[in-house]
């Protein structure tokens, strides 16, 4: 059987991981009421949206390339010996951000913004803690997908690329009562995680495609981002772009550093290109 190229095995890719996913969260939302445990949010039928980018690469890497390719896509996680000012940005990267919007807010408008009242220890254990589990999700979006996008678009706009389909790929939980995000802007959140998504590649990229070092950074980001929580209260129209100061300076932050890098990663390319066709 002849393979498909590139652009079909990626097509195929995205389409089959929205359709588990939205398939997952869609039924959770209609029967998690009636069946909590196993359709609830959190419960195993949600979790297989949740893990669906890493369980379809898997999948699709077993086809098109054996277990061997399976293998050396998921060692990729075990590639921890690398700078340590890369542990420090993927650790840092949202924090910095949310607190140089804070200092910004303050010189602009006279006042600090709302900050959260999680305790830094806690933020730490639970990043050591989630690290892992976001393996469900990079093994897909960096570890599969990302490499065979910069073939055709190069690093940095591959990073765009992701970015937006992995926004878009949440878009259920938008509406989804429960889940944190419902009710809540969705251009701009859009917005700020397609800058992210730059500042991952660039970090996949600079670790000679660590995995683990994008999952730290994913972790990061969600036990971070409530150190100014961004959520408006009393929020129902997803697609508004009703949202915080904050949330505003934040995402002027997040692409003013997306820009920097995106100039550092022209002419770029994965040094595992080549093992992707």
């Known amino acids: 059987m002849k393979p498909l190229p590139r652009a079909g095995r990626l ?9 588990v996913t939205w398939s997952a969260w869609l039924a959770s939302a209609r029967w998690g009421g009636r069946l909590p445990l196993l359709f609830g949010i959190g419960g195993p039928i949600f979790l297989l949206g949740v893990f669906a980018p890493a369980l379809v690469a898997i999948g ?7 277990r061997e390719g399976v293998a050396r896509m998921l060692s990729r ?21 949310k607190l140089m919007a804070a200092v910004l807010h303050r010189a602009v408008l006279g006042a600090w913004p709302i900050f959260g009242d999680t305790p830094w220890p806690l933020m730490l254990g639970a990043i050591l803690v989630s690290t892992w589990v976001q393996a469900g999700e990079e093994v897909g979006w960096r570890g599969y997908a990302l490499p065979r996008l910069a073939a055709s678009f190069g690093l940095g706009g591959a990073g765009v690329v992701i970015g937006i389909i992995w926004a878009l790929w949440h878009l259920p939980l938008f509406f989804i009562p429960g889940t944190g995000s419902d009710g809540q802007s969705f251009p701009i959140y859009l ?32 036990n971070t981002t409530d150190i100014i929580p961004a959520a408006v209260s009393g929020a129902t129209n997803p697609f508004s ?6 949330a505003v300076y934040t995402i002027v932050l997040s692409w003013l550093v997306a820009a920097v890098l995106m100039r550092q990663m022209r002419g770029a390319r994965l040094a595992l290109d080549d093992r992707h066709g």
């Open 11 to 19: 097509t195929g890719y995205f389409l089959l991981t929205f359709v």
């Open 60 to 66: 699709l890497t077993a086809m098109q390339d054996g």
């Open 77 to 97: 996680i075990g590639r921890w010996q690398v700078a340590a000012r890369f542990y420090l940005f993927a650790v840092t990267y949202l924090a910095v951000i």
């Open 191 to 222: 917005l700020h995680v397609t800058a992210i998504s730059v500042a991952m590649a660039w970090l996949y990229w600079k670790t000679d495609g660590s995995l683990l070092l994008v999952m730290l950074m994913h972790a990061s980001i969600n």
């Open 241 to 246: 772009f009703a949202g915080s100061t904050t």
